[in-house]
């Protein structure tokens, strides 16, 4: 059950584009659709963004999207604005188990 | 509105037990999947456990399989944790969070610290 790998930081500038990449396994990221991803802004509860890969539930904004190839998925977030600048997890469903990444902070400059 | 509502944290001993519990309104409790997760300070999201709709199906953590329980009272709308054995490594805000695949609503989490 090793956590997922994420890069410890991305940063960009407002309107810009960043992604944020999450690199599993075979047992997880690569058989699963299953991948999500959290938000989570200081000493609040995580947020989910996106769901199975590439879904965004209703009220996250367009500017949030998700894919996969093999092994990683990936988290791009577009037109960059102040209020993105948070910690960002992604997960995936393995089986039984579910496995978290390492988590990203995403600082906007 | 969902709302997931984490109680039963607190200052607890090494080797000493705690339980968590979780009341879910706003939503069918008895027809969603329920899990764990845990955040040790400044550090990243870790997941416990889940439990099925029923009950009759759980799977654990390795880190803490065999000295954590979950269970659930559909009765009552209520998730719990039972945590013995406890050591500083559980040290963490703990998540009660639905989902089917995915975490959709979490609650706001109950504090567990682990020290003498």
């Known amino acids: 059950q090793s956590a997922l790998t994420q890069p410890a930081s991305v940063s960009g500038s407002p309107g810009q584009s960043i992604t944020i990449s999450c690199t599993g396994t075979s047992s997880d990221v690569g058989s699963y659709k299953f991948v999500s991803w959290y938000q989570q802004h200081p000493g609040k509860a995580p947020k989910l963004i996106i769901y199975?890969?590439?879904q965004r539930p209703s009220g996250v904004s367009n500017r949030f999207s998700g894919s996969k190839s093999g092994n990683t998925a990936s988290l791009t977030i577009s037109g960059l604005q102040a209020e993105d600048e948070a910690d960002y997890y992604c997960c995936s469903f393995a089986g039984s188990l579910y496995v978290f990444g390492t988590g990203t902070r995403v600082t906007v400059l | 509105e969902v709302q997931l509502v984490e109680s039963g944290g607190g200052l607890v001993q090494p080797g000493g037990s705690l339980r968590l519990s979780c009341v879910g309104s706003?939503?069918?409790?008895?027809?969603?999947?329920m899990h764990w997760v845990r955040q040790a300070p400044g550090k990243g999201l870790v997941w416990v456990s889940r439990i099925n709709t029923d009950g009759s199906s759980t799977s654990y953590a390795d880190s803490v399989k065999g000295r954590f329980t979950i269970s659930r009272d559909n009765a009552k709308n209520t998730l719990y944790l039972q945590m013995n054995s406890l050591t500083a490594e559980d040290t963490a805000l703990y998540y009660c969070?639905?989902?089917?695949?995915?975490?959709?609503?979490w609650g706001q989490g109950s504090l567990v610290t682990v020290s003498s």
């Open positions: 706003g939503f069918t409790f008895r027809s969603y999947w």
């Open positions: 199975e890969g590439t």
């Open positions: 969070a639905r989902s089917p695949y995915h975490f959709d609503h």
